[in-house]
């Protein structure tokens, strides 16, 4: 079984920073993938960005150059570092994890930028 836990989230004023972590804990021989997902009210989940085991990076347009995705293999842990943020960002993020063929995912954490 694997767990993953989410921390990090909260209010930021708008141009803010926030960083998010991830730990995945269980029986876990190798994390392919992780990465973080996030869902606004009244849309679909999206993929903000992820990182594979050997470090090559994926992001949404919409974050380019302002989220910066890291992880630490040996701690089974993803980051992410969200600067400039934007009302926009606004939404419950998830953490993800593909381990073999299997999907597993976070309970979610809240991210809520306002002034």
């Known amino acids: 079984q694997v767990q993953l836990v989410e921390s990090g989230g909260g209010l930021v004023q708008p141009g803010g920073s926030l960083r998010l972590s991830c730990a995945a804990s269980?029986?876990?021989?190798?994390?392919?993938?992780m990465g973080w997902y996030r869902q606004a009210p009244g849309k679909q989940r999206e993929l903000v960005a992820d990182i594979t085991n050997f470090g090559s990076t994926n992001y949404a347009d919409s974050v380019k150059g302002r989220f910066t995705i890291s992880r630490d293999n040996a701690k089974n842990t993803v980051y992410m570092q969200m600067n400039t943020v934007k009302p926009e960002d606004t939404a419950v993020y998830y953490c993800?994890?593909?381990?073999?063929?299997?999907?597993?995912w976070g309970q979610g954490t809240q991210v809520t930028v306002s002034s």
């Open positions: 993800a994890a593909r381990i073999g063929s299997s999907w597993y």
């Open positions: 269980g029986t876990i021989l190798s994390i392919n993938v």
